[in-house]
């Protein structure tokens, strides 16, 4: 790769991040895409947004056309969610103004919510058992026999 | 969502009343202390029923306050049932009890056992082993300390996490292992009362067809009995109790300061006893999203349900159980890790003519070093207590194959027993990062036990019995 080519990467590259950056500025909820194998995850924001007339809602669509649940905000500004089956999820802070007028702060974040294989857990567990076996048959057998030894 | 639930004067006021209550009952236990015996083992004469409420009360720590309800949030069922999983344990621990005591009637720590029966290059990786785990522990404890204080009453993380390793480091300080115990009997039936009575408000304000209800249609995954990571999870756990429990000298101790035949009966009885605190504890967390509660971080779920179950009066009674969960275990360590420093690394390799009140001040000076590095290593918050204490899985589960073969098999010697234990600490931590905490424990043993079963078909060691105890008595003698 020639140095003049090489410069011009570094400085597309570079004015990306930045307007990246800025666009992540605007947003409040943190991080903006995510993904989660055990179905639990946290997501952040400015504590000051904190209050009673914000909440976080979730929905299955990019548009929030259905919100499937709406959270209360920790004060600590962060919040950790569990028990997602696989899928993918939006959230959004909300602010429901005094006059009730919605008004949303943001865009929205994913969280792609993938669970590891089954077969491969039940592979783990049978391992486990087999071993948890040979441990308590082991620690049994060595007690019984612990005179004579 | 309001959470705070005391007002800090309150909060800081039981932390007072409590903190000199604990000092003031060590520093006149430590009356009765007149030798190293005395101060390490409590004169190796503990009675039955101090016995079961110590191994008890020890076992009931943050792990079953506020971790149990975590990994029930994170895991749901099987995250609850894996936890009550660590009482087999204590239980499997009964019988090695017994043996220790007659292989070492005058043993002080687990790392005489290790070095010993193995040599220096197995102690010293068994050493490691121990400090991490220890100081991983003890960490957890202090960090549980904070976050406790912060999720009941608002007050800040540093302060509580402060406070609670100051006062356990004062009365641990003052009256040694009796002090331990004795506050780990009062601790227990506090922490039982507790947590009978938070679970019984619990069915009865909130309710079972509510909870199941709200969790099936908020986090269904929870009551999946096919949930892949917490099937995972579920034998990790067991493996990583037995670690943590065959290892540790906490448990070593308390095996060289129970009375003959009383380890076995004792430790038997509080797994027995344990084993449904979880499953109480952790419980309370599936109430969560009926109560409208989302915590901030997964470690706090269990607090802020009791507080809010409970209301004001409640949540000063869940800080008293927790805390004293917390104070039970944190001065059990204290104890238990200054004696392996002592008595390991500080007679066995810096000064080996130490005299009994050499290692006495030793000992002493210990306690008060672990709590200041504790301390400096709670400030940072790095990360939740379940991921913490499962990233020291990775170590103790290496553990647990060694010991049984140590306390029962002449063969395996002392190179393969190390390396069991390296091999098998690193490839959990290789599954720690690449798969998740929550299956650390579970690689790390399995490559600890191929280690050790080439070892034995490998070489005998035909290592002979009679030179523990002998070694004991030349040492006992010595101190």
Known sequence: MSLKRWFALVIIAGISHFSCAAEGGERALLPVEQTSSEGYFTLKWDPSISNNNTQLQM???????????????????????????????????????????????????LVKVSHRSLESAIQLFILGILLFAGLVVCIFKFSKSESSI | MDIIQIPSVWALAILLVFGALWVAFGWWLGKKNNSLDDFMLAGRNVGFAFATATAM??????????????????????????????????????????????????????????????????????????????????????????????????IDYYIGMSAILLICVLYTLLGGLRAVIATDFIQTIIILLGVLWIAYVCLQDVGLEKIYSSVSHESPELLNLLFPAAIMFLFNNIFFGIGEIFHSNVWWSRAFAFKKDVGKKSFLLSGLLWFPIPIVTGFIALSAPALNIYPPTADMIGPLVAAKLLGEIGAIFVFVVVFSALASSLDSLLAATSDLLTKDIYKGLINKKASKQQLLRVSKITIVSLGIVTWILCLP???????????????????????????????????????????????????????????????????????????????????????????????????
């Not at chain 2, 098999?409 to 393969?416: E, F, K, W």
């Not at chain 2, 050790?452 to 078909?457: D, H, N």
């Open chain 1, 59 to 109: 929905s299955l669509n990019r548009d929030f056309r259905q919100i499937l649940q709406s959270y209360p905000l920790p004060s600590e500004g962060k919040i950790t969610l569990s028990g997602y089956a696989t899928g993918d999820y939006y959230f959004r802070l909300h602010n429901l103004s005094p006059n009730h007028q919605p008004e949303n702060i943001q865009s929205h974040a």
């Open chain 2, 57 to 154: 009360a020890t076992w009931i720590t943050s792990n079953t306050t506020l971790v149990a309800p975590q990994l029930t949030y994170q895991f749901g069922i099987w995250g609850m049932v894996g936890y009550s999983m660590a009482a087999l344990g204590l239980i499997l621990f009964a019988p090695l009890a017994t043996r220790i005591k007659s292989l070492m009637p005058n043993g002080y720590t687990c790392g005489d056992f290790i070095r010993q029966r193995y040599g220096r290059f197995a102690w010293y990786v068994f050493l490691i082993v121990s400090m991490f785990y220890a100081f991983g522990w003890l960490v957890s404890l202090g960090m549980a300390g904070g976050i406790l204080l912060s999720a009941l009453s608002g």
């Open chain 2, 381 to 479: 918050r790095v990360t939740t207590l379940g991921e913490l204490l499962n990233f020291t899985g990775a170590f103790v589960a290496s553990t647990i194959w060694p010991i049984v073969f140590g306390l029962y098999q002449r063969r395996l010697n002392g190179l393969y027993a190390g390396l069991a234990m390296l091999i098998g600490t690193s490839l959990g931590l290789v599954g720690y990062f690449t798969i998740g905490f929550y299956v650390a424990a579970l690689i790390s043993c399995l490559f600890s036990l191929i280690i050790c079963l080439i070892g034995i078909w490998l070489k005998n060691a035909n290592f002979q019995w009679e030179n523990l105890n002998e070694s004991n008595k030349k040492q006992a003698g010595e101190m």
